[in-house]
């Protein structure tokens, strides 16, 4: 075993033997109870978060669409008029 290995067994096993923290009663009951109390988000903010995103998904699709349409004209000009320059059979 080289030494590489051999320093990534000894951190791996340097954990061996020790306790897990025990928090006083008291204080996880209050901990619990305010993790309950506070855990429900209103609706009313899960559904403007909602309407968020989805107006933020159609603007891109906009933009996407938009960029595309653009693309595509620019391409189909460009190839009309090399289309028209070059002239093989006159």
Avoid: C, F, H
């Avoid at 590489?4 to 923290?21: C, F, H, R, Y």
């Avoid at 989805?54 to 289309?83: C, H």
Wanted: proline share 2%.
């Amino acid at each position: 075993m080289n030494k590489k290995d051999q320093w990534t067994n000894e951190v791996l096993n340097s954990l061996d033997g020790i306790q897990k923290a025990v928090p006083d009663d008291a204080l996880l009951s209050r901990v619990m109870s305010q993790i309950s109390e506070n855990s429900l988000m209103p609706k009313w903010k899960i559904g403007v978060a909602a309407v968020a995103a989805a107006m933020l998904i159609a603007l891109n699709i906009y933009a996407l669409n938009i960029n595309d349409q653009q693309t595509q004209n620019q391409t189909s000009s460009e190839y009309i008029s090399l289309s028209n320059d070059l002239s093989i059979y006159q």
